[in-house]
């Protein structure tokens, strides 16, 4: 079983390397697109657009670090099973703890059904990761097939997300 896990995990080898080179780009990206505008990330300036960059920023960094587990030599089930509950759990309280930040933000946008579904998508991509992490602690080699879903959700939601806040950068930009 232990060989059938590893040879799993193997064999996702080069997506998640493309998936890591993919992640660290985007980030790097999302830094840049903050840069053109730094004052969206000051404390005294509403809270919803630096939560949403926040939440962009976890969920390339998440992707990344997922890409990296994956591409461990010889991991094996108990230590892919501890990393993705780790990342799982984390990606979910912060998920969590950014809602109710934006949620208290004066823009009452920010307090409307769409911001739940901004949060949604990653949510339950960390929960997917969750479920890999359980079919890790099983050896089983469906977890990286679960594994790709929770990065493919979190992976779309980073890039809207990154398209969205330029968007709005680029809006202050104009107003100013």
């Known amino acids: 079983m232990e060989t059938e896990f590893t040879d799993a995990v193997a064999s996702w080898h080069d ?23 730094p004052s969206v990330m000051r404390d ?41 509950s780790v990342v799982g759990i984390f990606g979910i309280y912060q998920v969590y703890r950014d809602f109710q930040v934006a949620r208290r933000d004066p823009d ?11 949060f949604s998508t990653p949510a339950l991509a960390y929960g997917i990761l969750f479920w890999s992490a359980i079919l890790a602690f099983q050896s ?11 990065v493919f959700l979190l992976l779309i939601s980073a890039v ?17």
């Not at 994956?70 to 991991?75: K, L, T």
């Not at 009452?108 to 901004?118: D, E, I, K, L, M």
């Not at 089983?140 to 929770?150: E, P, Q, S, T």
């Not at 969205?164 to 202050?172: E, F, R, T």
Request: proline letters at 3%.
């Open 108 to 118: 009452p946008s920010w307090r409307s059904g769409a911001t739940f579904t901004r």
């Open 15 to 37: 997506f998640y390397a493309a998936i890591a080179g993919a992640a660290a780009t985007l980030l790097g990206l999302h830094f840049v697109a903050l840069a053109f505008n």
């Open 140 to 150: 089983d080699g469906a977890a990286m097939n679960v594994m790709f879903l929770a």
């Open 44 to 84: 005294e300036r509403p809270a919803g657009t630096r939560v949403w960059s926040r939440q962009t920023f976890n969920s390339f960094l998440a992707v990344l670090g997922i890409a990296f587990v994956a591409m461990i030599p010889d991991y094996d089930w108990l230590a892919m099973g501890s990393s993705l």
């Open 160 to 176: 809207c997300n990154c398209w969205d806040l330029l968007k709005a950068i680029g809006d202050s930009l104009d107003d100013a």
